[in-house]
């Protein structure tokens, strides 16, 4: 294919994750306001009985739940969007090459998810409860409805990328940068690095970052022993 056909076919694979976000997030914007209450139950159960979320511009109340259902749009569609990136890629790898990162785009897709659950489910209320509990007792918690949905895209985002860890470890192995012996020996820094990563983007509570770091350290730990298994070592590799 000429470079002219390349950008003809990128534009087109472009239209079609357009066409597909749009498709599902029409529908979700009639459920805005409902998928807002649900994500801001647990922020709403710790507050005072006399306190709420509160929007502190005119548009907030309409904009803060459609902001929210085309991230929610965009969530859904990831495998589309994956799958449209890989078949514009696809045609230039060998087969064996295929063989080798079809289920490391799974399993990519499969982490991000679990991330984003744990997140959710795991989390999302001690962190809030620790935010929540830990203002002063003069002082009122109301949360912005903008504020509030941005912190928890934030920590979906932060939990869902993270949890791509051992695929990231995969594609080093891979790759050949380094050998699973190599990463083995470095398994003390790369522990050291999780915990100062976790310290800098959770909440400023304690367990939130142990809720990133212990996770972290354990897929790492998996990738480590998947690439050991699943990757035969290059002897070309200087050790």
């Not at 997030?25 to 159960?45: K, N």
């Not at 990162?101 to 997140?119: K, M, N």
């Amino acid at each position: 294919m000429s470079l002219m056909a390349h950008f003809a076919e990128l534009r087109t694979r472009f239209i079609y994750i357009i066409m597909a976000v749009v498709a599902v997030f029409l529908p979700l914007m009639y459920v805005s306001r409902s998928l807002y209450d649900l994500i801001s139950r647990p922020l709403v159960a710790l507050l005072p009985h006399n306190a709420s979320i509160i929007a502190t511009q005119v548009a907030s109340g309409f904009l803060a739940p459609i902001k929210l259902a085309f991230f929610m749009a965009l969530f859904i569609c990831v495998p589309f969007i994956i799958a449209q990136i890989w078949g514009f890629v696809a045609p230039a790898l060998y087969k064996h090459e295929k063989r080798a990162v079809v289920p490391l785009l799974l399993s990519a897709i499969v982490l991000f998810y679990v991330g984003v659950a744990f997140a959710y489910f795991v989390v999302l209320v001690p962190a809030l409860k620790f935010l929540v509990l830990f203002a002063p007792d003069n002082v009122l918690p109301m949360t912005d409805i903008e504020s509030y949905l941005d912190f928890v895209i934030k920590l979906f985002l932060v939990f869902g990328l993270m949890f791509e860890i051992p695929v990231a470890t995969m594609l080093l192995v891979l790759m050949r940068i380094v050998t699973p012996k190599q990463l083995a020996t470095k398994r003390r820094y790369v522990i050291v690095g999780c915990f100062f990563v976790s310290a800098i983007i959770t909440p400023p509570d304690g367990a939130s970052m142990l809720m990133l770091a212990i996770p972290m350290c354990i897929l790492f730990e998996l990738g480590l022993m998947a690439a050991s298994m699943f990757i035969k070592p290059d002897k070309s590799i200087a050790q």
